[in-house]
Protein backbone atom coordinates (compact mmCIF):
# COMPACT_ATOMS: atom_id res chain seq x y z
CA UNK A 1 0.00 0.00 0.00
CA UNK A 2 1.53 3.39 -1.34
CA UNK A 3 1.05 5.98 1.38
CA UNK A 4 1.28 8.51 -0.67
CA UNK A 5 -1.85 7.63 -2.46
CA UNK A 6 -5.08 10.07 -1.24
CA UNK A 7 -8.23 8.88 -1.64
CA UNK A 8 -11.17 10.60 -3.74
CA UNK A 9 -13.20 13.22 -1.64
CA UNK A 10 -15.91 13.87 -4.03
CA UNK A 11 -18.90 12.53 -3.92
CA UNK A 12 -21.18 12.39 -7.16
CA UNK A 13 -24.83 12.65 -6.82
CA UNK A 14 -27.70 11.89 -9.38
CA UNK A 15 -30.36 14.10 -10.01
CA UNK A 16 -32.67 13.59 -12.60
CA UNK A 17 -33.28 11.31 -15.57
CA UNK A 18 -34.62 14.18 -17.91
CA UNK A 19 -32.16 14.79 -20.73
CA UNK A 20 -32.01 17.17 -24.21
CA UNK A 21 -29.88 14.60 -25.59
CA UNK A 22 -30.39 11.00 -27.11
CA UNK A 23 -26.66 10.14 -27.04
CA UNK A 24 -25.45 7.07 -29.25
CA UNK A 25 -23.41 6.46 -25.96
CA UNK A 26 -25.33 7.05 -23.02
CA UNK A 27 -25.03 4.61 -20.18
CA UNK A 28 -28.91 4.36 -20.09
CA UNK A 29 -29.56 4.23 -23.76
CA UNK A 30 -30.81 0.37 -23.37
CA UNK A 31 -32.33 0.94 -20.68
CA UNK A 32 -36.50 1.07 -19.92
CA UNK A 33 -36.44 4.62 -17.86
CA UNK A 34 -33.48 5.79 -20.53
CA UNK A 35 -34.82 10.27 -20.95
CA UNK A 36 -37.58 9.31 -18.50
CA UNK A 37 -39.51 12.69 -16.71
CA UNK A 38 -37.95 11.91 -12.98
CA UNK A 39 -36.69 14.22 -10.71
CA UNK A 40 -34.99 13.27 -6.98
CA UNK A 41 -36.39 15.30 -4.89
CA UNK A 42 -34.20 17.88 -3.27
CA UNK A 43 -34.47 16.61 0.61
CA UNK A 44 -33.03 13.48 -0.55
CA UNK A 45 -30.03 15.04 -2.42
CA UNK A 46 -29.35 17.13 0.36
CA UNK A 47 -29.18 14.10 2.88
CA UNK A 48 -27.14 12.41 0.72
CA UNK A 49 -24.87 15.35 0.48
CA UNK A 50 -24.80 15.37 4.36
CA UNK A 51 -23.92 11.47 4.64
CA UNK A 52 -20.96 12.15 2.40
CA UNK A 53 -19.90 15.03 4.55
CA UNK A 54 -19.69 12.76 7.55
CA UNK A 55 -18.21 9.92 5.88
CA UNK A 56 -15.35 13.15 5.20
CA UNK A 57 -16.16 14.47 1.12
CA UNK A 58 -16.07 18.18 0.84
CA UNK A 59 -17.41 18.46 -2.72
CA UNK A 60 -20.30 17.80 -4.61
CA UNK A 61 -20.21 16.59 -8.31
CA UNK A 62 -23.88 16.30 -9.65
CA UNK A 63 -24.01 13.43 -12.01
CA UNK A 64 -27.11 12.20 -13.51
CA UNK A 65 -29.16 9.68 -15.32
CA UNK A 66 -29.69 12.74 -17.48
CA UNK A 67 -28.82 16.37 -17.44
CA UNK A 68 -28.44 17.46 -13.80
CA UNK A 69 -29.02 21.38 -15.55
CA UNK A 70 -32.84 20.09 -16.17
CA UNK A 71 -33.42 19.56 -12.62
CA UNK A 72 -35.43 22.71 -11.19
CA UNK A 73 -33.93 23.01 -7.63
CA UNK A 74 -30.23 23.28 -8.82
CA UNK A 75 -30.02 26.61 -7.09
CA UNK A 76 -31.31 26.01 -4.26
CA UNK A 77 -29.06 22.88 -3.79
CA UNK A 78 -26.01 25.20 -4.47
CA UNK A 79 -26.63 27.66 -2.00
CA UNK A 80 -27.31 25.51 0.74
CA UNK A 81 -23.95 23.23 -0.28
CA UNK A 82 -22.58 26.53 0.09
CA UNK A 83 -23.98 27.23 3.74
CA UNK A 84 -22.62 23.18 4.48
CA UNK A 85 -19.13 24.45 2.89
CA UNK A 86 -19.47 21.88 0.49
CA UNK A 87 -17.63 23.15 -2.91
CA UNK A 88 -19.74 21.74 -6.04
CA UNK A 89 -19.32 21.11 -9.64
CA UNK A 90 -21.57 19.90 -12.49
CA UNK A 91 -21.44 17.59 -15.30
CA UNK A 92 -23.17 18.93 -18.19
CA UNK A 93 -24.23 18.81 -21.95
CA UNK A 94 -23.19 22.23 -22.17
CA UNK A 95 -26.42 22.95 -24.31
CA UNK A 96 -28.64 24.65 -21.44
CA UNK A 97 -29.13 28.40 -22.11
CA UNK A 98 -26.37 30.54 -20.79
CA UNK A 99 -28.75 32.02 -17.83
CA UNK A 100 -29.11 28.96 -16.53
CA UNK A 101 -24.78 28.63 -16.23
CA UNK A 102 -25.00 32.13 -15.21
CA UNK A 103 -27.55 31.33 -12.41
CA UNK A 104 -25.29 28.24 -11.10
CA UNK A 105 -22.21 30.29 -10.62
CA UNK A 106 -24.25 33.06 -8.65
CA UNK A 107 -25.22 30.26 -6.42
CA UNK A 108 -21.67 29.01 -6.02
CA UNK A 109 -20.48 26.60 -8.39
CA UNK A 110 -16.71 25.88 -8.29
CA UNK A 111 -17.18 24.76 -11.86
CA UNK A 112 -18.48 23.04 -15.03
CA UNK A 113 -17.18 20.06 -16.55
CA UNK A 114 -18.49 19.58 -19.73
CA UNK A 115 -19.05 16.55 -22.19
CA UNK A 116 -17.37 17.85 -25.52
CA UNK A 117 -17.89 14.83 -27.44
CA UNK A 118 -17.47 16.93 -31.04
CA UNK A 119 -17.52 19.95 -32.91
CA UNK A 120 -20.47 21.44 -34.72
CA UNK A 121 -22.51 18.50 -36.80
CA UNK A 122 -20.25 15.88 -35.10
CA UNK A 123 -22.10 16.82 -31.77
CA UNK A 124 -25.25 16.76 -33.36
CA UNK A 125 -24.37 13.26 -34.57
CA UNK A 126 -23.34 11.91 -31.67
CA UNK A 127 -26.45 13.39 -29.13
CA UNK A 128 -28.90 12.98 -32.02
CA UNK A 129 -29.95 16.63 -31.54
CA UNK A 130 -30.18 19.32 -34.42
CA UNK A 131 -28.06 22.07 -33.32
CA UNK A 132 -26.52 20.96 -30.47
CA UNK A 133 -23.21 21.57 -31.45
CA UNK A 134 -24.29 25.31 -31.72
CA UNK A 135 -25.47 25.75 -28.64
CA UNK A 136 -22.96 24.26 -26.70
CA UNK A 137 -20.67 26.92 -29.24
CA UNK A 138 -22.36 29.37 -27.21
CA UNK A 139 -21.87 28.57 -23.75
CA UNK A 140 -18.15 27.75 -24.60
CA UNK A 141 -17.97 31.29 -25.90
CA UNK A 142 -19.56 32.60 -22.83
CA UNK A 143 -17.25 30.43 -20.50
CA UNK A 144 -14.00 31.83 -22.44
CA UNK A 145 -15.70 35.55 -22.17
CA UNK A 146 -16.11 35.26 -18.28
CA UNK A 147 -12.93 33.20 -17.81
CA UNK A 148 -14.54 30.98 -15.50
CA UNK A 149 -12.40 27.74 -15.30
CA UNK A 150 -14.07 24.74 -17.11
CA UNK A 151 -13.52 21.04 -17.48
CA UNK A 152 -14.40 18.70 -19.81
CA UNK A 153 -14.30 14.87 -21.37
CA UNK A 154 -14.67 13.69 -24.77
CA UNK A 155 -15.87 9.75 -25.47
CA UNK A 156 -13.81 8.32 -27.76
CA UNK A 157 -16.43 6.69 -30.26
CA UNK A 158 -16.67 5.82 -33.79
CA UNK A 159 -17.97 9.08 -35.03
CA UNK A 160 -15.08 11.47 -33.31
CA UNK A 161 -12.09 9.65 -32.45
CA UNK A 162 -10.12 11.25 -35.10
CA UNK A 163 -11.04 14.78 -34.55
CA UNK A 164 -9.88 14.22 -30.58
CA UNK A 165 -6.86 16.64 -31.43
CA UNK A 166 -9.09 19.47 -33.25
CA UNK A 167 -11.74 19.42 -30.05
CA UNK A 168 -8.69 19.25 -27.62
CA UNK A 169 -7.92 22.61 -29.15
CA UNK A 170 -10.78 24.10 -29.47
CA UNK A 171 -11.66 23.46 -25.91
CA UNK A 172 -7.71 24.88 -24.75
CA UNK A 173 -8.68 28.28 -26.81
CA UNK A 174 -12.15 28.17 -24.70
CA UNK A 175 -10.00 28.35 -21.23
CA UNK A 176 -10.49 24.60 -20.68
CA UNK A 177 -8.44 23.53 -17.93
CA UNK A 178 -8.35 20.12 -18.05
CA UNK A 179 -9.02 17.73 -20.83
CA UNK A 180 -9.97 14.10 -20.72
CA UNK A 181 -10.11 11.29 -22.90
CA UNK A 182 -13.08 9.14 -21.78
CA UNK A 183 -12.97 5.70 -23.38
CA UNK A 184 -16.49 4.52 -23.99
CA UNK A 185 -17.49 2.22 -21.33
CA UNK A 186 -19.54 -0.48 -21.61
CA UNK A 187 -21.94 -0.35 -18.90
CA UNK A 188 -25.50 -2.10 -17.73
CA UNK A 189 -27.37 -3.23 -21.12
CA UNK A 190 -24.25 -2.20 -23.38
CA UNK A 191 -22.82 -5.74 -22.15
CA UNK A 192 -22.77 -7.21 -25.85
CA UNK A 193 -20.16 -7.18 -28.09
CA UNK A 194 -22.88 -6.52 -31.05
CA UNK A 195 -23.44 -3.35 -29.42
CA UNK A 196 -20.63 -2.45 -28.51
CA UNK A 197 -19.06 -2.51 -31.78
CA UNK A 198 -22.18 -0.10 -33.08
CA UNK A 199 -20.33 2.34 -31.45
CA UNK A 200 -16.79 1.39 -29.98
CA UNK A 201 -13.07 1.31 -31.64
CA UNK A 202 -10.23 -0.45 -31.08
CA UNK A 203 -8.28 0.75 -28.81
CA UNK A 204 -4.97 0.55 -30.75
CA UNK A 205 -6.56 2.66 -33.39
CA UNK A 206 -7.33 5.21 -31.22
CA UNK A 207 -4.02 5.62 -29.72
CA UNK A 208 -2.84 8.30 -32.07
CA UNK A 209 -5.45 10.81 -31.64
CA UNK A 210 -5.55 10.66 -27.83
CA UNK A 211 -1.28 11.28 -27.47
CA UNK A 212 -1.76 14.31 -30.00
CA UNK A 213 -4.64 15.56 -28.43
CA UNK A 214 -2.80 15.17 -24.75
CA UNK A 215 0.13 17.08 -26.43
CA UNK A 216 -2.31 20.06 -27.10
CA UNK A 217 -3.63 19.85 -23.77
CA UNK A 218 -0.24 20.02 -22.22
CA UNK A 219 1.14 22.67 -24.71
CA UNK A 220 -1.71 24.92 -23.38
CA UNK A 221 -0.95 24.60 -19.66
CA UNK A 222 -3.83 22.14 -19.04
CA UNK A 223 -4.79 18.84 -17.26
CA UNK A 224 -4.88 15.46 -19.07
CA UNK A 225 -6.06 12.70 -18.00
CA UNK A 226 -6.91 9.49 -20.05
CA UNK A 227 -9.93 7.29 -18.67
CA UNK A 228 -10.39 3.63 -18.83
CA UNK A 229 -7.69 2.57 -21.60
CA UNK A 230 -4.94 -0.30 -21.67
CA UNK A 231 -1.25 1.21 -21.04
CA UNK A 232 0.25 -1.38 -23.40
CA UNK A 233 -1.48 0.34 -26.57
CA UNK A 234 -0.26 3.86 -25.32
CA UNK A 235 3.53 4.79 -25.99
CA UNK A 236 5.59 4.86 -22.45
CA UNK A 237 5.34 8.83 -22.08
CA UNK A 238 1.71 8.88 -21.73
CA UNK A 239 0.85 5.73 -19.74
CA UNK A 240 1.01 7.89 -16.62
CA UNK A 241 -1.78 9.74 -17.55
CA UNK A 242 -4.18 6.37 -17.41
CA UNK A 243 -6.61 6.01 -14.52
CA UNK A 244 -8.22 2.26 -15.05
CA UNK A 245 -11.19 1.14 -12.55
CA UNK A 246 -8.40 -0.12 -10.40
CA UNK A 247 -7.40 3.57 -9.13
CA UNK A 248 -10.97 5.60 -9.46
CA UNK A 249 -11.29 5.78 -5.83
CA UNK A 250 -8.02 7.67 -6.02
CA UNK A 251 -9.07 10.01 -9.03
CA UNK A 252 -9.31 13.20 -7.48
CA UNK A 253 -11.46 14.44 -10.19
CA UNK A 254 -13.77 11.01 -9.58
CA UNK A 255 -16.07 10.11 -7.06
CA UNK A 256 -15.70 8.03 -3.49
CA UNK A 257 -18.47 5.56 -4.37
CA UNK A 258 -18.89 5.72 -0.65
CA UNK A 259 -15.37 4.42 0.02
CA UNK A 260 -14.89 7.80 1.45
CA UNK A 261 -13.38 7.04 5.08
CA UNK A 262 -12.16 3.75 5.28
CA UNK A 263 -8.97 2.54 6.29
CA UNK A 264 -5.92 2.86 3.93
CA UNK A 265 -5.80 -1.25 3.53
CA UNK A 266 -9.77 -1.66 3.12
CA UNK A 267 -9.52 1.04 0.84
CA UNK A 268 -7.02 -0.33 -1.33
CA UNK A 269 -8.81 -3.98 -1.51
CA UNK A 270 -11.94 -1.37 -2.54
CA UNK A 271 -9.85 -0.09 -5.58
CA UNK A 272 -8.79 -3.25 -6.56
CA UNK A 273 -12.28 -4.96 -6.25
CA UNK A 274 -13.86 -2.24 -8.51
CA UNK A 275 -10.73 -3.17 -11.06
CA UNK A 276 -11.12 -6.62 -10.92
CA UNK A 277 -15.20 -7.23 -11.79
CA UNK A 278 -14.51 -4.88 -14.90
CA UNK A 279 -11.14 -6.20 -15.98
CA UNK A 280 -10.11 -9.97 -17.79
CA UNK A 281 -7.96 -11.87 -15.43
CA UNK A 282 -6.69 -13.78 -18.32
CA UNK A 283 -2.72 -13.68 -20.33
CA UNK A 284 -1.16 -11.27 -21.07
CA UNK A 285 -3.24 -9.26 -18.27
CA UNK A 286 -2.41 -11.43 -15.51
CA UNK A 287 1.37 -11.77 -16.21
CA UNK A 288 2.05 -7.81 -16.93
CA UNK A 289 4.38 -5.84 -15.61
CA UNK A 290 2.30 -3.05 -15.53
CA UNK A 291 -1.00 -4.86 -14.20
CA UNK A 292 -0.82 -3.08 -10.63
CA UNK A 293 -1.25 0.16 -12.08
CA UNK A 294 -3.37 -0.58 -15.52
CA UNK A 295 -5.48 -3.61 -14.05
CA UNK A 296 -5.78 -4.85 -16.98
CA UNK A 297 -8.40 -4.71 -20.18
CA UNK A 298 -11.93 -4.34 -19.68
CA UNK A 299 -13.72 -7.94 -20.26
CA UNK A 300 -16.38 -6.81 -22.85
CA UNK A 301 -13.75 -5.01 -25.18
CA UNK A 302 -12.28 -8.16 -25.16
CA UNK A 303 -15.52 -10.05 -25.99
CA UNK A 304 -15.85 -7.16 -28.85
CA UNK A 305 -12.46 -7.21 -29.91
CA UNK A 306 -11.12 -10.31 -30.06
CA UNK A 307 -9.00 -12.86 -27.57
CA UNK A 308 -5.94 -10.73 -25.33
CA UNK A 309 -3.41 -12.49 -26.74
CA UNK A 310 -4.23 -10.76 -29.91
CA UNK A 311 -4.59 -7.72 -29.23
CA UNK A 312 -2.44 -7.02 -26.01
CA UNK A 313 1.12 -7.24 -25.14
CA UNK A 314 2.86 -7.34 -21.77
CA UNK A 315 4.98 -4.46 -20.47
CA UNK A 316 7.98 -3.84 -18.39
CA UNK A 317 7.38 -0.57 -16.33
CA UNK A 318 9.82 1.66 -14.21
CA UNK A 319 8.54 1.27 -11.20
CA UNK A 320 6.27 -1.83 -9.74
CA UNK A 321 4.90 0.41 -6.33
CA UNK A 322 1.18 0.23 -6.07
CA UNK A 323 0.31 4.20 -7.43
CA UNK A 324 3.54 4.98 -8.71
CA UNK A 325 2.08 5.97 -12.26
CA UNK A 326 -0.92 7.12 -10.96
CA UNK A 327 1.02 9.66 -8.53
CA UNK A 328 3.30 10.81 -11.80
CA UNK A 329 0.35 12.99 -13.26
CA UNK A 330 -0.07 16.31 -12.27
CA UNK A 331 -3.52 16.35 -12.46
CA UNK A 332 -3.83 13.47 -9.63
CA UNK A 333 -2.02 15.43 -7.30
CA UNK A 334 -4.96 17.91 -7.42
CA UNK A 335 -8.13 18.10 -5.11
CA UNK A 336 -10.59 18.06 -7.70
CA UNK A 337 -11.60 21.79 -7.36
CA UNK A 338 -11.09 24.52 -9.94
Known sequence: MNPLLRPCSRVGIDVT???????????????????????????????????AQARGCDHVVLVGWGEPALWAPLPD?????????????????GSV??????????AGLNHLHISVHGIGPVLDEIVGVEGAGARQGQVLSWLKKTDWPWRMNMTVQQANYKTLPDIASMC??????HIISLGFLPHYEWNAPDKLRQVAVH??????????AGQI????GAMFTIRYHPMCLLDEPWRKYVVNAAYVLYDPWEWDYEH???????????????????????????????????????RVYCAGFGRPTEILHAIDIPDKTPGWYHLQNPANLEKGIL
Open 17 to 51: RRCNFVCKTCFYRWHPSFNAAHDEPIEKIVTSARQ
Open 77 to 93: FLREMVRMGMSTSIITN
Open 97 to 106: SVHRYEEMRS
Open 172 to 177: VEHGCK
Open 203 to 212: PAEIKPYIQA
Open 217 to 220: ALDA
Open 260 to 298: HGEAPETLWRSAQGIGDTVAIKEAPCLSCGARIHCGGWN
